[in-house]
């Protein structure tokens, strides 16, 4: 079987490190990839937004399954168009994809379908949003852009000034372009976040091990947000019993609600929760696998992906058994130093041959110069390792990351140790 990947990050790299371990793979193609992808797969620069460049590579290189890593196709409707051409692909269609891509979408679906989620409002005028946040008593609160901003479009304001500022930038300089046309302003919720992925075939809903994101660049959770900088799974935070509530309040529900708009909901569906003194509450949807949280989560899946993903595509998911591995298993992000703001490309990365056998290192932004592996981007590679539990993976990883080095090279050392008990 011959499968395409669409997507070049670390999420991309596990998704092919674990297809190309199938017994039913016979040939993997990704586009556009990166230097660590194209060791184990054909790399075609078609970029992942090119949906009409994707329907002819899969055409033209005979492709069985097509497996789609981030939101933008998605919600562009990468998978209608494929469906159109008659051809296999992996994830959901665009209307569903809404539950990404249009914030206010989402927030609108889950007051239909009672699914817990923080208090909201919804504006379309950038003076109507201010006099709210003047008038009402209505900090702290977050303010969202309605669509995709690269994980940039949500403010925590904790003050007036910062509400209105976000207002200010969102709806007037517009930031975002058409992205930030409407705002949600919500309840600021407390508690831990924890990310709830699963698979469903819109029939049968399959919750992943419980994962956690590191979102802001610094250690202890200090300084501006990234597209994230680590993850771990399982994590403690959210036990079974609240892993059972998840799935009957809000993961089962969630594709319930879809199919009654009348809609079948194929792929991974993210959660992302906040899990407050009254119980888990929804802050975001994604409709693909998160990027790090797929790199420990696909490290950790003991099924063959490709049967579970021909059981989504075929809607027969509920006769395949999902196994996960024991222990736990941890990613570090090694970005390149200035991340999230300015850093420099094609420096030399060093050692990457040198880390121990016990760890794994999928690339994201990287490419190949002059037969060197050199930085092309933010987060340049994913140190990943398991352990019998999380302190061992977390000691792992570290130990792993020692053999690697380029110029600059910045990664957070706290990673999964929040949930240590007595770690700092
Ligand atoms: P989102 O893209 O909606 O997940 O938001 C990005 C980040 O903003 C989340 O990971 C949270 O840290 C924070 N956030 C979003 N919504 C809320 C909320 N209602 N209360 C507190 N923090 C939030
Ligand atoms: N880790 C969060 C995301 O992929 O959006």
Redesign the pocket.
């Known amino acids: 079987m011959k499968i395409l990947v669409v997507g070049g990050g670390g999420?991309e790299h596990a998704l092919v490190w674990k297809l190309a371990q199938s017994p039913s793979t016979s040939k993997i193609l990704c586009a556009p990839g990166n230097a660590g992808i194209a060791e184990i797969a054909d790399c075609f620069s078609v970029s992942p937004e090119d949906i009409p460049g994707l329907v002819d590579l899969a055409k033209k290189e005979d492709v069985d399954i097509t497996v789609v890593g981030p939101?933008i196709p998605l919600s562009n409707g990468i998978v209608d168009e494929f469906i159109k051409e008659g051809m296999q692909i992996f994830g959901p269609e665009k209307k569903a994809a809404e539950l990404e891509s249009s914030k206010v979408f989402a927030k609108d679906f889950m007051h239909k379908y009672d699914i817990p989620t923080a208090k909201y409002k919804i504006f379309s005028d950038a003076e109507n949003a201010k006099k709210y946040i003047h008038d009402a008593n209505s900090i702290p609160c977050v303010i969202k852009a309605d669509g995709l901003a690269e994980?940039k479009g949500v403010i925590v304001a904790r003050d007036k000034e910062t509400a209105l500022s976000a207002i200010e930038s969102i709806m007037v300089e517009r930031i975002f372009g058409n992205a930030g046309d409407k705002i949600i302003i919500e309840e600021c919720l407390d508690g831990e976040e924890v990310?709830i992925l699963a698979f469903t075939d819109g029939k049968s809903v399959y919750p992943m091990l419980p994962a956690q994101?590191h979102?802001q660049v610094y250690d202890r959770d200090k300084g501006p947000n990234t597209?994230?900088m680590g993850?771990y799974c399982p994590t403690p935070v959210c036990t079974t019993g609240l892993q059972q509530k998840v799935l009957e309040e809000i993961l089962i529900p969630t594709v319930k609600g879809v199919r009654a708009e009348g809609h079948n909901y194929k792929g991974i569906l993210?959660a992302?929760l906040m899990i407050t003194k009254s119980g888990p509450k929804v802050l975001?949807y994604?409709v693909?696998?998160?990027?790090?949280?797929a790199q420990p989560l696909i490290k950790m899946l003991e099924t063959d992906l490709v049967t579970v993903i021909k059981g989504i595509i075929n809607e027969n998911l509920q006769d395949i058994e999902i196994k996960w591995k024991e222990g736990a298993c941890v990613s570090v992000v090694i970005a390149s130093g200035g991340y999230p703001g300015k850093y420099k490309k094609n420096l030399h990365i060093q050692g990457l041959r040198a880390v121990p056998c016990n760890v794994e290192v999928f690339h994201a932004g990287t490419s190949l110069k002059d037969g060197e592996i050199v930085t092309a981007g933010g987060r340049v590679l994913n140190v990943i390792a398991e352990g019998s539990d999380l302190n061992e993976a977390v000691e792992n990883v570290y130990r792993g990351i020692k053999a690697i080095y380029f110029e600059n090279m910045y990664y957070r050392t706290d990673i999964g140790r929040k949930a240590i008990p007595g770690s700092k």
């Open positions: 999420r939101e994980g990310s994101d979102k597209g994230g993850a993210y992302g975001e994604n693909r696998f998160g990027d790090p949280e």
